[in-house]
């Protein structure tokens, strides 16, 4: 309970800062989003829903580390890779691109489609970044490769590949602040990467469900899901605080994550209440998809996750 509490004054910090990465993000992309709010309301809402919190809950915490704030080209690049990846699923979700079709976009074939063209000249961006750019390629082939996972594919190939995902992922947003990284440092950036990855895909089970893409989340039983997912936090604490320290900007950094996954076990919990031992078609189609929806900017939400947690 004294964590709990401890995590209150998080609620107004976290506010601000995404209500000024939100500002930000309408400033220096307006042109492509105005018209993406007028013709699709709710891709505008995914894309500065990525673009806001993608920045707030990774990208900040990491410049916290280092005793300092964003500066704007970390800020603006952090931005352009949360976009990228939004339109990224956009593209393979509703566009129904293949993976081939997809790859031959980021290749560099031309396309009349706006949104097609915009994450092009995104990629160009970070492509053209040394910092990220040789690791850029592979993070995006695990975000391909991750949407192919079907009702066939095996748990242990599900981890393999969300792994791979979740960890080559946060390794670019850590790439992006201009500080040394070594060996240990990275080792923290790709296991804590996973283990939100796992946040993540416990968030997303009915639509993963729905969609018949298998993930951490619905491949096996709920309370094979939570032990694994509470393991992985285990060792990313641990990890964390080995690399870090044990002071208390550090432990308060870590807090932030903790947050995060706190979602997710109460998801879980949520779960549990309507007797969900596994993700199938036919366990969540009895529930309407808004009983699994967690708004974390609704004080009541975050009330609830927070005296869970």
């Known amino acids: 309970m004294k964590k709990a509490f401890g995590l209150l004054p998080l609620y107004p910090i976290l506010l601000k800062r995404k209500n000024r990465q939100q500002q930000f993000v309408q400033e220096n992309f307006a ?4 018209p993406i709010q007028e013709s699709n309301n709710t891709l505008h809402n995914k894309l500065m829903y990525y673009a806001t919190w993608g920045v707030v809950s990774i990208s900040e915490v990491f410049a916290d580390l280092n005793k300092r704030v964003l500066s704007h080209e970390e800020r603006y690049l952090a931005s352009v ?10 593209m393979v979700d509703e566009l129904k691109l293949s993976h081939s079709a997809t790859t031959l976009y980021i290749n560099g074939k031309q396309s009349e489609d706006l949104l097609i063209t915009w994450a092009q000249k995104l990629l160009t961006e970070l492509q053209n970044k040394p910092a990220i ?8 082939d695990a975000q391909l490769e991750s949407k192919e996972q079907t009702a066939s594919s095996t748990i242990e190939k599900v981890k393999e590949l969300t792994h791979r995902k979740g960890s080559l992922t946060m390794f670019l947003y850590r790439c992006l602040i201009d500080a040394p990284i070594n060996e240990t440092e990275k080792a923290v950036v790709l296991q804590l990467g996973y283990t939100l990855q796992l946040a993540d895909d416990i968030i ?3 639509d993963d469900t729905a969609d018949k893409i298998n993930t951490t989340a619905n491949a096996t039983d709920l309370l094979s899901v939570e032990n694994h997912f509470q ?8 990890l964390f605080l080995n690399s870090y320290g044990g002071s208390r900007r550090v432990k308060k950094a870590f807090l932030q994550f903790e947050l995060l996954f706190g979602i997710s076990h ?7 209440k309507m007797n969900i031992e596994q993700f199938n078609t036919g366990t969540i189609l009895q529930h309407r998809r808004s009983n699994f929806i967690i708004d974390m900017e609704k004080p009541s939400d975050f009330l609830k996750v927070l005296f869970y947690f």
């Open 204 to 206: 997303d089970a009915y």
């Open 133 to 140: 750019g040789e690791h850029l390629s592979k993070a995006i």
């Open 231 to 238: 393991e992985q936090i285990n060792i990313s604490k641990k």
């Open 31 to 34: 042109a492509e989003l105005s």
């Open 81 to 90: 890779l949360s976009i990228l990846y939004a339109l990224a699923d956009y």
């Open 266 to 272: 109460f998801a879980v919990k949520r779960f549990k």
